[in-house]
């Protein structure tokens, strides 16, 4: 089945449920101001956006063109947690998600592997692209920094430089919290998303 086909089913469903959601209520536990006018205001992926309730189209705060279809999924995902989210503090890989291991080559190549055959040795130029998106630097390996999503979803990438003996290269760890949060096609769109916004 094409991308696009599943990516608007995907947002119809999201869409059908979130009609019967009390968003007020939802968003106080997800850590998201509440809506008012018919608007959520909320910040995701570097961006403020503004969520239409009418339609549940989303819009960067400055603009009229709504975002990626991945970009709208991944906030509408989010709203459907029903569960208030807290960081666990516990880092875990996308193999350790329901059938990760199953989908890891996948998750590679449309994620990490990209981002360190651009940067490279290049941190200076990570760093400079970091600045997309909002984030904290960690202490690990080489160069780490936590990346915010939305609401309280965070990524960690840590990145290691390239020597004579081996190449650079990246993990893409998740708080266990995300288990809560997104089935695992949705940690790799994600991580997909993340990614490729550094290049």
């Not at 570097?46 to 189209?57: K, P, W």
Request: proline letters at 5%; hydrophobic letters at 45%.
């Amino acid at each position: 089945m094409p991308q696009k086909t599943v990516y608007e089913a995907a947002v119809r469903d999201a869409v059908e449920k979130l009609g019967k959601v009390d968003l007020a209520e939802r968003c106080t536990s997800l850590g998201l101001s509440k809506p008012q006018d018919g608007i959520l205001k909320l910040r995701a992926f570097g961006m403020d956006m503004v969520l239409r309730l009418s339609d549940f189209q989303l819009f960067p705060a400055d603009s009229d063109k709504p975002v990626k279809v991945s970009d709208r999924i991944l906030v509408l995902h989010y709203l459907l947690c029903d569960l208030p989210v807290q960081q666990t503090g516990e880092l875990i890989s996308f193999r350790q998600m329901d059938s990760g291991q199953f989908y890891w080559p996948a998750f590679l190549s449309r994620s990490v592997r990209p981002l360190v055959e651009r940067i490279g040795n290049d941190l200076e130029l990570l760093k400079k692209n970091l600045g997309r998106f909002d984030w904290e630097p960690v202490s690990l390996g080489d160069f780490a920094a936590c990346i915010h999503a939305v609401g309280k979803v965070y990524v960690t990438l840590i990145y290691r430089i390239g020597d004579d003996e081996f190449p650079a290269s990246a993990d893409l760890l998740f708080d266990s919290s995300i288990k809560r949060v997104y089935p695992t096609e949705d940690a790799a769109v994600l991580a997909s998303r993340i990614c490729l916004g550094l290049l």
